[in-house]
């Protein structure tokens, strides 16, 4: 956990069903100094400043760098606390937001900083994340194609790509072929003889994008 709590902004609403309790536990997560401020806005009274952060529905949480939507316990918002800063909490964000639908607001996060890029890749390397959040964490890491961001992670693609799952391997390949790195090419070509026949085929694709690299 970081040094310094995080900020939270709460939006609220006359009526919603929600919002005290939301109020009440991150009253208390003030009280434990597991937040630093705790700033509240009622909805109703201030529109332009639901409308100035895109808020739609109440409750409306912005809690350091994440935003969460709608009811949360003492418990969750403890949690959300402690990993608000660190990059084991951006995998659980981020993770977070691909499962809720929220692929826009991840693409909007990661370019904010794409130093976020590289705990996307505990995801890729966990096992049990599903399909549909393999795919989508892919896809953010995709669109830094031949770009310095994504070359930055050629070290933990290169651990990856020695990884004892055959999926993370053929992964790892993956990305390190759209790096567009010269230095991505020894652990590529490391791959080619790889058990899995799947990895091998992925290994041949991205050394043929590694050979259109400069």
Same mark, same amino acid.
């Given at each position: ?49 639901? !409308?100035?952060?895109? =808020? /739609? ?5 912005? @809690?350091?760098?994440? $935003?969460? &939507?709608? +009811? ?6 403890r949690q959300w606390t402690e990993w ?23 693409v909007a996060f990661i370019s904010a ?15 049990? !994340?599903?399909?549909? =959040? /393999? ?5 953010? @890491?995709?669109?830094? $194609?031949? &770009?310095? +961001? ?65």
């Amino acid at each position: 956990m970081s040094a310094t709590p995080p900020d939270a902004l709460l939006f609220i609403n006359p009526g919603c069903a929600h919002c005290p309790a939301v109020l009440q536990a991150l009253g208390e997560l003030v009280k434990q100094t597991l937040i630093g401020k705790l700033t509240v806005v009622n909805i109703a009274a201030h529109p332009e400043q639901a !409308a100035e952060y895109g =808020v /739609r529905a109440a409750p409306w949480l912005r @809690l350091g760098d994440f $935003t969460l &939507t709608g +009811a949360h316990s003492l418990a969750e918002l403890r949690q959300w606390t402690e990993w608000a800063s660190g990059e084991e909490g951006t995998a659980h964000y981020v993770e977070h937001l691909l499962k809720e639908g929220g692929y826009k607001q991840a693409v909007a996060f990661i370019s904010a900083d794409t130093q976020r890029l590289k705990p996307l890749l505990a995801i890729i390397a966990d096992p049990e !994340a599903t399909i549909d =959040v /393999r795919l989508g964490v892919s896809a953010l @890491l995709e669109a830094y $194609t031949n &770009t310095l +961001a994504l070359q930055k992670l050629l070290p933990q693609l290169a651990e990856l790509s020695r990884h004892a799952d055959h999926r993370m391997r053929a992964d790892a390949c993956h990305l390190l072929g759209l790096t567009g790195s010269a230095a991505a090419r020894s652990y590529v070509a490391a791959c080619l003889n790889d058990a899995s026949d799947e990895v091998r085929e992925i290994a041949e694709e991205a050394m043929k994008e590694l050979a259109k690299a400069k």
